[in-house]
């Protein structure tokens, strides 16, 4: 779930972005609406507990974001939040099972690599296992990194812009995707986009509206 009140954020330059209030049960999916540059990235980092929001509560799957320290923030993070950023930060000197191996390290868990090898055959990637990622497809990639996210059934799903440089068809598959993964884990889904067609794709989607950026003092 996620609960988020007057929620303002403030950049160093003195920019403000100040996002609408939401209420997302568990299990539920939030789309986020807006050009680039309207602040969707910027709240999917504070749902993270990768910046911390100037003013206004953020509690996110049952924990107050801003309540946490900063080694707390990184082992919530890592057990309870899955994040699939537009740059998908894929470690070439890794091996695709090895790219996944880092999130226990992460959270401070020992590996469990049968949990590794069924994360990647649940999502068809059981025999890419060995390769690095220069040895990937776009499309590949990208369910390597949702492998990822989802390897420790996090109680919310994290996702910016995942469509963005997809044709129609990998458009579909990759929303699809994103569904059943929350699906199978319970996960409160939670969708960056600019794109049209994941707004028709899904719409009777709970969404939450950017405007186009108004800079201002952050004393304002």
């Given at each position: 779930?996620?609960?988020?009140?007057?929620?303002?954020?403030?950049?160093?330059?003195?920019?403000?972005?100040?996002?609408?209030?939401?209420?997302?049960?568990?299990?539920?999916?939030?789309?986020?609406?807006?050009?680039?540059?309207?602040?969707?990235?910027?709240?999917?980092?504070?749902?993270?507990?990768?910046?911390?929001?100037?003013?206004?509560?953020?509690?996110?799957?049952?924990?107050a974001?801003?309540?946490?320290?900063?080694?707390?923030r990184?082992?919530?993070?890592?057990?309870?939040?899955?994040?699939?950023?537009?740059?998908?930060?894929?470690?070439?000197a890794?091996?695709?099972?090895?790219?996944?191996?880092?999130?226990?390290?992460?959270?401070?868990?020992?590996?469990?690599?049968a949990?590794?090898?069924?994360?990647?055959?649940?999502l068809?990637?059981g025999?890419?296992?060995?390769?690095?990622?220069?040895?990937?497809?776009?499309?590949?990639a990208?369910?390597?990194?949702?492998?990822?996210?989802?390897?420790?059934?996090?109680r919310?799903?994290?996702?910016?812009?995942?469509?963005?440089?997809?044709?129609?068809?990998?458009?579909?598959?990759?929303?699809?995707?994103?569904?059943?993964?929350?699906?199978?884990?319970?996960?409160?889904?939670?969708i960056?986009?600019?794109?049209?067609?994941?707004?028709?794709?899904?719409?009777?989607?709970?969404?939450?509206?950017?405007?186009?950026?108004?800079?201002?003092?952050?004393?304002?």
């Amino acid at each position: 779930m996620i609960e988020a009140r007057d929620l303002c954020h403030a950049y160093p330059d003195g920019a403000t972005l100040r996002f609408g209030d939401v209420s997302v049960p568990q299990g539920g999916t939030l789309l986020l609406r807006g050009a680039s540059g309207s602040g969707k990235s910027t709240w999917l980092a504070l749902a993270a507990g990768l910046l911390t929001p100037q003013s206004g509560e953020l509690v996110v799957a049952g924990q107050a974001v801003a309540a946490l320290r900063a080694g707390e923030r990184d082992r919530w993070r890592a057990r309870c939040i899955g994040f699939l950023p537009q740059k998908l930060f894929l470690s070439e000197a890794l091996s695709v099972a090895d790219n996944l191996a880092l999130v226990y390290f992460a959270s401070g868990l020992g590996v469990d690599r049968a949990a590794i090898h069924g994360a990647l055959e649940a999502l068809d990637l059981g025999t890419l296992a060995g390769r690095k990622p220069s040895q990937l497809s776009g499309g590949q990639a990208q369910r390597v990194a949702l492998a990822r996210a989802l390897l420790l059934r996090p109680r919310v799903l994290l996702v910016d812009e995942p469509t963005a440089s997809l044709d129609d068809a990998s458009c579909a598959a990759a929303l699809a995707l994103l569904q059943d993964g929350a699906r199978t884990t319970g996960a409160t889904l939670v969708i960056a986009t600019h794109d049209a067609r994941v707004v028709r794709a899904l719409p009777d989607t709970m969404t939450l509206a950017f405007p186009a950026p108004v800079p201002e003092a952050a004393t304002a």
